[in-house]
């Protein structure tokens, strides 16, 4: 147990040593050691207040981004919206302008039809007129051979003219 207890000169030169050591570091090292302890303390309120200071700008930043997104999505729709209006107005002009165009080239066709079908009428009426000629003559030719014939025909034709005329 003597190993255990102190003897009380040891205690006394220890409360010595210690107290020399603790009034020299309270002399040079105290002040040094709460000034840097206080400079720290400063600087991580200071870095807390820095923190909390970005994190509303975050915040208010992140605020403002969904803003802008908002916006951008409806500008996006208006102009969606206004690009499908215009597709549709560009899509039905063109459809009234091919109506248009196609009824003009119907009634062209047709103007065209009817003309040709006049021409082909006609040159069907001349070609009837010259084969009722052709045939005519050729009759005439066959029954006026003689010229006693032709003389008869001749008083025939002249007494419907007179007929004709006195009516």
């Known amino acids: 147990m003597d190993l255990l207890t ?19 570091l309270k002399k040079f090292a105290w ?12 600087g991580i309120a200071e870095s807390i207040a820095t923190a909390d200071r970005v994190k509303k700008e975050m915040a208010q930043l992140q605020s403002d981004n969904e803003k802008l997104m908002h916006q951008a999505r ?34 062209d066709a047709q103007q065209q039809i009817q003309q040709q079908k006049m021409a082909a009428l006609t040159e069907v009426k001349n070609e009837i007129g010259k084969l009722a000629v052709e045939v005519a003559e050729k009759v005439l030719r066959k029954e006026l051979s003689s010229e006693a014939a032709q003389s008869n025909y001749a008083g025939v034709l002249a007494e419907e003219i007179k007929l004709t005329n006195l009516n």
């Open 6 to 24: 102190p003897e009380l000169g040891l205690f006394v030169w220890t409360l010595v040593a210690f107290l020399a050591v603790f009034f020299i």
């Open 74 to 107: 409806e500008e996006r729709s208006q102009m969606l919206k206004e690009a499908k209006e215009t597709k549709d107005k560009i899509v039905n002009e063109a459809k009234d302008a091919a109506k248009t165009e196609a009824n003009k080239i119907i009634a």
């Open 31 to 42: 002040a040094p050691i709460l000034k840097s302890l206080t400079e720290r303390e400063t």
